[in-house]
């Protein structure tokens, strides 16, 4: 298994949430393969899209929301080989002219049912030409691009898990993240520290969604070390959800999985003093155990992602720390079995809420792998072995695709 490569691929720097940045950047592609810019533009969507879409601001936009707002504003500021940090070139002129163009009711939004999790679908018409782009199963993962009926790229769509074709164990994560040669991932690793401090910090000392992260240290002269690594992952969310002109390198797609993965690691390496080495090596531990939890669950699902991504964050802290194997192993599936269930009603100011929650949950699961009070193998959801709980988690989040659906139909009533 070549971790390095899907470390690469995985963590990519987005300016702010990424669904709606991968409709902007859909949007974008479309714009770029016509002569001149649209007179409307038509964006289908999963119904997870939609839902992740809804509640959050789009940064750099003004404050606006909305599906609309994201295909719009992508269309505008273009820069399509920007990715996800499509929207950070916006301009004032950018900002007038979306206003403009939402009051012109330039865009429509349409739900698409039977497709993958993450789809998005853009036509982008002008006087003479139709541009069609196709995301699917990826937030950047073009799979069709045609021209006035000409089909100019084809693409697999990412639908089929990367462990399909490419296994992965906890084992071979964890002797790898120990042993292996990790330097041609330390850059993004580096990066994944500096961006999601610098969010972080902004999320504590600025006014963003309801300060979860602030919250947290109210009437709280001297934080406990579970404190300060709760305060400062949802203070990262806190500003990523309210607009934050700030990047963040995502994990598993995700942005809050990101912040969330690697802000408590970085506040433990801190407060015990480990060495960047150190650092580094937790950090590439638990960016791919989080893609390996993730893997049977989907990018997008009705299962709340920053869930396992705290649970991963808390074990991340054990393997830090030097804890034996079978303390980590214990760490992650106590937090699993406790945790999983935890809905996702969207990306909002909230994701803050369940972030600190399962930092909580999962720093209880640590602690009942150190006193030796872990769940009994056969117990629930606990399998025999770790990765077969790992597989457990993957298949109950799957089982939640009509949860999904009550979710957004609830959420679209308001």
């Known amino acids: 298994m070549d971790y390095i490569s899907l470390l690469q691929a995985e963590m990519k720097p987005a300016f702010g949430c ?8 859909a949007a974008a592609k479309a714009v770029s393969i016509l002569d001149e810019f649209p007179n409307n533009i038509h964006a289908r969507c999963s119904a997870n899209i939609i839902k992740n879409v809804k509640s959050v601001v789009i940064p750099n936009s003004g404050g606006r929301k909305g599906l609309v707002a994201a295909t719009v504003f992508g269309a505008i500021v273009g820069h399509p080989e920007r990715e996800l940090e499509v929207l950070e070139a916006a301009t004032d002129e950018d900002r007038r002219w979306l206003g403009n163009l939402l009051d012109a009711n330039f865009c429509s939004v349409e739900l698409v049912e039977g497709v993958d999790n993450l789809y998005i679908e853009i036509t982008a018409e002008s006087d003479e ?3 069609v782009v196709r995301i699917e199963g990826g937030h950047t993962h073009i799979t069709y691009v045609e ?10 769509a990412l639908i089929k898990q990367f462990q399909d074709t490419c296994p992965m164990t906890f084992e071979s994560i964890y002797d790898f993240a120990k042993t292996g040669d990790i330097s041609g991932i330390i850059p993004q690793i580096q990066q994944q520290i500096d961006y999601n401090s610098a969010i972080s910090n902004e999320g504590l000392n600025n006014d963003y969604g309801a300060n979860i992260g602030q919250l947290l240290l109210v009437d709280d002269d001297n934080p406990s070390f579970e404190t300060k690594c709760k305060a400062r992952a949802a203070a990262g969310s806190d500003a990523r959800m309210s607009g934050c002109p700030l990047p963040v390198v995502i994990c598993s797609g995700s942005g809050n999985q990101g912040l969330t993965v690697s802000m408590p690691i970085i506040t433990a390496a801190e407060e015990l003093q480990k060495s960047d080495e150190e650092l580094y090596r937790a950090l590439v531990f638990a960016n791919l155990l989080t893609l390996y939890v993730k893997s049977g669950i989907g990018k997008l699902s009705a299962y709340c992602g920053v869930v396992s991504a705290g649970i991963v964050s808390v074990t991340g802290i054990a393997f830090l720390k030097g804890e034996s194997k079978d303390i980590i192993e214990q760490t992650l599936v106590n937090g699993l079995v406790s945790l999983s269930g935890i809905v996702c009603d969207g990306a909002k100011p909230s994701c803050a809420g369940k972030i600190a929650i399962s930092l909580d949950g999962a720093f209880m699961g640590y602690k009942q792998a150190k006193m030796n009070k872990s769940y009994a193998k056969g117990d629930g959801l606990v399998a025999m072995s770790v990765d077969d709980t790992i597989k457990s988690i993957g298949v109950v989040a799957q089982g939640m695709k009509e949860t999904d659906i009550v979710i957004l139909n609830e959420m679209l009533k308001h």
């Not at 669904?19 to 950047?25: C, F, K, S």
């Not at 021209?147 to 697999?156: C, I, N, R, S």
């Open 18 to 25: 990424t669904e709606p940045i991968a409709l902007a950047y």
């Open 129 to 131: 030409q139709r541009a």
């Open 147 to 156: 021209l006035d009926g000409q089909v100019l790229y084809t693409a697999d």
